[in-house]
Every structure is written in C-alpha cells, then in structure tokens.
C-alpha cells in the first residue's frame, strides 16, 4: 500500500522538485544580472586610470605648457614648483580641447 502510493505519486514529487530548482536558478541569474548592473563606472573603481593633466598659465623651460600625469581623483591638490614659486593646483574633471584635464590655480585666486 505504501510502495504504491509513492509510485503512484513520484511524478508529481520529480516535477515539484524540478520546478523548484528551476524557479531557484531563475532568481539566482535575476540577482547576478542586478549586480552586474550595479557595478561603479570606471572613475570610482579602485583601479583608477591614469590621466594626464594640464597646468594652465604655467610654461615648461621649452615653452610649452605644463603637463602633469595622475592617477589621482578630481579634487585632489597638487604643488607645482615653478619659476614663479611653488603654486597650488586642484585637478578636476574638465577636459580640455588637446584631451588633457585642466588642473585649476589655486594659489592665483588668493
């Protein structure tokens, strides 16, 4: 009487087993892609590219103007030593037409 309700009921049993492990699978994929969505631009990363920025109203002995690599975040402050003296500069996000980022004069400004 046992052996034949079980067997008469596996069906059943297999397909609700399958239908949950289904459903599971469904939502873990569901909860990846979230996540994957989620993940922070390129600039926020811990691995932060290096840019190259450019000190504005500030000339190399060539004559051309300043240029400065950083892998440094936007706002970060930065001396530059000079003939003029030591100037302060903030990096910022603005990209300027030769592609370089401006570093803006902070010691001009006091």
Known sequence: ???DLITSSLAEL????????????????RLRRRAARRV??????DVRQARTYTLPGTLAPD???VKV???RPAGTILYHSGPVGR??????DFVLSD???AAEPLSRYQ
């Open 14 to 29: 297999l397909g609700g087993l399958a239908g949950i492990l289904l459903l599971a699978v469904a939502g873990r994929a």
């Open 40 to 45: 922070a631009p390129a600039e926020i990363r």
């Open 1 to 3: 009487m046992l052996t």
């Open 69 to 71: 690599i950083s892998t």
């Open 87 to 92: 100037e302060k500069f903030e990096l910022t």
């Open 63 to 65: 004559g051309c103007p």
């Open 99 to 101: 592609g370089t980022y």
